[in-house]
């Protein structure tokens, strides 16, 4: 994976932090897919159906770099990846003992 420049007239928000990406900015692209549920969509898509693909900051990629590995492409629901990371608000890290 790699950063790339997004090249599209109409922005999308991080998919993590809700920042938008905007015309020049860069970003990461991550394609997704489930597995089917049905014998119409076996027929139509194949073995996976494709999802809406996730569009992540260039603040969020180096944390989703390091985070990703195969059995997180399970991953459901809200997704957010600065939650990975013992930041406080104010970016400055928490006192560990």
């Known amino acids: 994976m790699r950063l790339l ?3 599209k007239n109409r922005g999308k ?3 993590s932090c809700g920042d938008m990406v905007c015309r020049g900015a860069k970003y990461i692209q991550v394609e997704r897919w489930r597995e089917c549920v049905s014998d119409i969509e ?3 898509y194949g073995d996976e159906v494709p999802l809406a693909s996730w569009v992540i900051c260039e603040s969020c990629a180096p ?3 390091i985070w ?3 059995w997180s492409r399970q991953l459901e629901g809200e997704f957010k990846l600065v939650r990975l990371l013992p930041l ?3 970016g400055a890290a928490p ?3």
Request: charged letters at 20%; aromatic letters at 14%.
């Open 95 to 97: 006192n560990h003992p």
């Open 13 to 15: 928000r991080c998919c």
């Open 5 to 7: 420049p997004y090249d």
């Open 42 to 44: 076996q027929r139509i």
């Open 63 to 65: 944390i989703f770099v």
């Open 88 to 90: 406080q608000r104010n």
């Open 68 to 70: 990703w590995t195969p």
